[in-house]
């Protein structure tokens, strides 16, 4: 699977959106992009994934870039409980019956009243 | 329902000791997962089981032992364990396919600490 390099760590102001970005420079054509969250000392949560078409939920939306070199995962109204460490992870579609999620160091968001 | 429960939430446990993490789900889901998180690192797969069947074995010891009863339910068997294998413990849960592009849901996690 791709490796991902994200910041890591950012602010935001509550009530604002939080824009993170996610670079993925070495994606092929069969790989998805996944966002998952961690609150802390909570299990992972996923957000939102996409292939190619930039994707919306009622957590967020995901942009991908047209070369989908790169990603970025909007919350559109930040809340203090958004405050998680987001992990972008780029993972192989099709091949086996199961995924395989190989987790980085992610993206500290911090969200301020 | 989209619950992955584990039980228990806190474990202590001596070098000598054996003991159980148990995991539970009921959204029909074949394929499970245990993954290590140690404090302030990202979650690592230890194990996937697909259909009750082991899958991936990530060179995990064998003082765990993963086990999967049924469709349900997933064990993790632990003996003779080390200090330095105290970290949080998690289960997660997906549906199968070969499209691959099934997310995996998380459980709380078991807080383990070897003494």
């Known amino acids: 699977d791709a490796k991902t390099t994200q910041p890591t760590s950012m602010d935001c102001a509550e009530g604002r959106a939080a824009n993170l970005p996610c670079n993925h420079s070495?994606?092929?054509?069969?790989?998805?992009v996944y966002w998952y969250r961690q609150i802390h000392s909570q299990g992972p949560q996923y957000i939102i994934h996409g292939l190619k078409n930039n994707e919306t939920n009622e957590m967020a939306s995901l942009i991908i870039t047209e070369d989908r070199k790169s990603s970025t995962l909007i919350l559109p109204h930040a809340t203090l409980r958004d405050t998680a460490v987001y992990y972008c992870?780029?993972?192989?579609?099709?091949?086996?019956?199961?995924?395989?999620?190989?987790f980085g160091q992610g993206t500290i968001l911090t969200v301020h009243p | 329902d989209t619950e992955v429960t584990q039980t228990p939430k806190h474990l202590v446990m001596g070098m000598t000791n054996k003991k159980s993490l148990k995991c539970e789900q009921h959204m029909g889901h074949r394929a499970m997962y245990w993954y290590k998180q140690k404090a302030k690192k990202p979650p690592e797969l230890m194990f996937v089981?697909?259909?009750?069947?082991?899958?991936i074995n990530e060179s995990v010891p064998s003082r765990f032992s993963p086990e999967c009863p049924n469709s349900s339910l997933l064990n993790l068997h632990l003996h003779a364990l080390q200090p330095e294998d105290s970290a949080l413990y998690l289960c997660?849960?997906?549906?199968?396919?070969?499209?691959?592009?099934?997310?995996?849901?998380f459980g709380p996690g078991t807080r383990l600490t070897v003494t």
């Open positions: 997660a849960s997906s549906r199968t396919g070969t499209s691959g592009s099934y997310e995996q849901y």
């Open positions: 089981y697909s259909y009750e069947k082991l899958s």
């Open positions: 992870i780029v993972r192989v579609a099709g091949g086996t019956s199961y995924g395989k999620l190989t």
């Open positions: 070495t994606i092929s054509g069969n790989e998805y």
